[in-house]
């Protein structure tokens, strides 16, 4: 029998899958292959001392509990594409694995030895991440193709105006004063929508090429001026705005400045006709997120428009009398999206509307696949 145990564990001394055994409740390392070493980033000096003593990283993450249960129980654990920590000369990375921990039974259905064996599939797992963000980025660049060409055809409708205006103008040489100022109104308005309409395009272009930094960006400066300008944009001068704490976010300022501008912007337009509009900003930390608050004392969005204020050209059912092509938010929620954030929003018709921003409190520097 021992002649047997021994032309085993040579038999898996040779495997190029990795292995190693555990033989006591304690978890002392009985066989260890040079694969599973390679691994681990260790030497054959480990075997006889228990897994939990040479890996105190791996018990903080839980193997050593898995190993535990598996020596209790008897039942085999696997797991696929299991992210774990590992630290090898002083340098930690995150890996992946297909593992398997096998408990081995005596006759009497007692555990006798753990066969742990193991795959690291890191490479996969980031070819995967690589067809994941290629995917995305396809999906992305067909969404601004439709977009594009949905704006295309909104853009017929305020040139229309804009050729009738001026047709009527030249045609009619003599006219009231109060008729040629309802036509330059006609006009600039019209002008004004086509400025928004391809800014948006603009802006949703350009979410594709924005670089992610994880230099913290000082934001009180940025919300000031982002007030101002969405005070003059919706000719609302009275609106109050109050500034509580603001954290620094990670990303770079002119993201930052279109996701904020954006927000408060709606804050301030559909406040605007509040007895006292207001404004309120403020941010705190929330675990691994820096959450930031937009509240507004505005009209509010009915309850049945809120699952659709993120679809492109959605607009609440309560705001025809606002300008706005409905694409504010589908333009935020995209670009949060690729910072790894999130956006939500709460509302009641007359009390007005809160949005929150979530953002990592960290970035690794690269895009969601969102």
Not at 41 to 66: C, H, N, S, W
Not at 109 to 130: E, F
Not at 208 to 231: A, H, N
Request: charged residues 20%.
């Amino acid at each position: 029998m021992e002649n047997t145990a021994e032309t085993l564990l040579t038999i898996l001394s040779h495997s190029s899958e990795a292995t190693a055994v555990y033989d006591s409740p304690e978890l002392h390392i009985a066989f260890v292959n040079q694969a599973m070493l390679d691994i681990w980033g260790r030497k054959m000096d480990i075997i006889g001392r228990t897994f939990g003593d040479v890996f105190p990283d791996f018990t903080a993450q839980g193997f050593t509990d898995l190993l535990l249960d598996v020596w209790q129980t008897g039942k085999t654990y696997r797991a696929t594409e299991h992210p774990a920590d590992i630290t090898i000369d002083g340098i930690t990375e995150t890996r992946y694995f297909d593992f398997e921990y096998k408990g081995i039974l005596d006759e009497d259905g007692k555990t006798i030895a753990i066969l742990h064996t193991a795959s690291d599939v890191s490479s996969r797992m980031s070819a995967w991440h690589i067809i994941e963000e290629q995917d995305a980025l396809i999906s992305f660049n067909n969404e601004l193709e439709v977009l594009t060409q949905t704006l295309s055809h909104d853009l017929k409708n305020p040139l229309s105006i804009v050729k009738m205006a001026a047709q009527f103008m030249r045609a009619k040489e003599h006219q009231e004063q109060n008729d040629k100022n309802n036509w330059c109104d006609t006009i600039l308005n019209a002008a004004s929508n086509m400025e928004n309409i391809i800014e948006h395009t603009v802006q949703l272009n350009r979410a594709r090429l924005y670089g992610f930094s994880s230099t913290p960006t000082p934001m009180e400066q940025i919300l000031r001026s982002v007030c101002k300008e969405s005070q003059k944009l919706h000719g609302s001068a009275s609106c109050i705005f109050e500034l509580d704490t603001v954290l620094p976010l990670p990303g770079e300022k002119s993201i930052l400045y279109q996701i904020f501008l954006n927000v408060i912007s709606n804050a301030v337009k559909f406040s605007s006709q509040a007895p006292q509009p207001r404004v309120i900003i403020s941010s705190t930390s929330i675990d691994d997120q820096i959450v930031y608050t937009v509240k507004d004392n505005g009209i509010g969005i009915p309850s049945g428009d809120l699952p659709n204020i993120f679809t492109m050209f959605s607009r609440g059912s309560n705001a025809t009398g606002y300008t706005g092509a409905g694409v504010g938010l589908c333009l935020v929620k995209r670009i949060i999206n690729r910072l790894a954030g999130d956006i939500t929003v709460e509302s009641t018709v007359g009390s007005g509307t809160t949005v929150l921003l979530s953002f990592p409190a960290k970035k690794d520097g690269k895009p969601s696949n969102s």
